[in-house]
């Protein structure tokens, strides 16, 4: 008999590595469906980064292409790394300010991109052992 949580290492990391993946996806998808990105273009301009529209169509496009990549499995750790420095940089201009908690507690603060971050640096870790 199997015991909680039923699945193994490798299969959890499977898991995790698709929904890493699928909310990287769905984050470029719905700014693309919703129209925010000259919303989105604005905000990165009101914080000095000229260029707004470029920036924005260039992380969508990083999402899109490294969310599909991801969940493919292909260059897990290279792809691991530059979403990382994305969401550092949302971090500092613009969830920092907002404090820590995201939901219940406060509003658009840096809990999750930090829970991002571990997730994607566990999923580097298991694509670098898999190579040694």
């Given amino acids: 008999m199997q015991q909680y949580p039923f699945l193994s290492?490798?299969?959890?990391?499977?898991?995790?590595?698709?929904?890493?993946?699928?909310?990287?996806?769905?984050?470029?998808?719905?700014?693309?469906?919703?129209?925010s990105i000259p919303q989105f273009s604005e905000f990165m301009e009101s914080k000095g980064l000229p260029y707004g529209v470029a920036w924005v169509w260039a992380i969508t496009a990083y999402e899109i292409t490294g969310g599909i990549l991801l969940l493919l499995g292909k260059y897990t750790r290279w792809l691991s790394a530059g979403f990382i420095i994305l969401l550092l940089v949302g971090i500092v201009l613009i969830h920092a300010s907002l404090g820590w908690f995201v939901g219940e507690h406060g509003t658009g603060g840096c809990e999750y991109s930090v829970l991002l971050i571990v997730a994607l640096l566990v999923i580097a870790a298991a694509q670098r052992e898999r190579i040694s």
């Fill in 9 to 35: 290492l490798k299969q959890s990391l499977l898991i995790l590595r698709i929904a890493v993946a699928v909310i990287f996806l769905a984050h470029a998808i719905v700014r693309i469906s919703n129209g």
